[in-house]
């Protein structure tokens, strides 16, 4: 079992920044291809950013491109998400998910791949 948890939501005006953080627990973090996703009201989850078990392979949506960075710290078993020029329609509660196995070059992006999800963090956005 993995157990993740989410932090650094919060509310911020267009353009501005956050940091996300998912602390994992449980397992050999190292071990595990990460990801986060978000979900809007309303709206069904999406894939945001993707990353492999080193951190030597990342993927993105087309939305977050070029403003969001994801990253990882093995030694401090810790997912971040950089978000920047954030804009109104980023608005969603962000959730971070993990994943054993694979080639360990892999990322993912279906929800659907992944075995463990945290509670979640809410961003909200102001224009």
């Known amino acids: 079992q993995v157990q993740l948890v989410e932090s650094g939501g919060g509310l911020v005006q267009a353009g501005g920044s956050l940091r996300l953080s998912c602390a994992a627990s449980?397992?050999?973090?190292?071990?595990?291809?990460m990801a986060w996703f978000r979900q809007a009201p309303g709206k069904e989850r999406e894939f945001v950013a993707a990353?492999?078990?080193?951190?030597?392979?990342?993927g993105y949506a087309d939305s977050v491109m070029d403003r969001f960075t994801i990253s990882r710290d093995n030694t401090k078993n810790t997912l971040y998400l950089q978000m920047t020029s954030l804009k109104p329609e980023d608005t969603a509660v962000y959730y971070c998910?993990?994943?054993?196995?694979?080639?360990?070059?892999?990322?993912?992006?279906?929800?659907?791949?992944?075995?463990?999800w945290g509670q979640g963090t809410q961003v909200t956005v102001s224009s």
């Open positions: 990353i492999n078990w080193s951190g030597s392979n990342t």
């Open positions: 998910a993990a994943r054993g196995g694979g080639p360990y070059y892999r990322y993912f992006t279906s929800g659907n791949e992944y075995y463990y």
């Open positions: 449980g397992r050999t973090f190292s071990n595990y291809a």
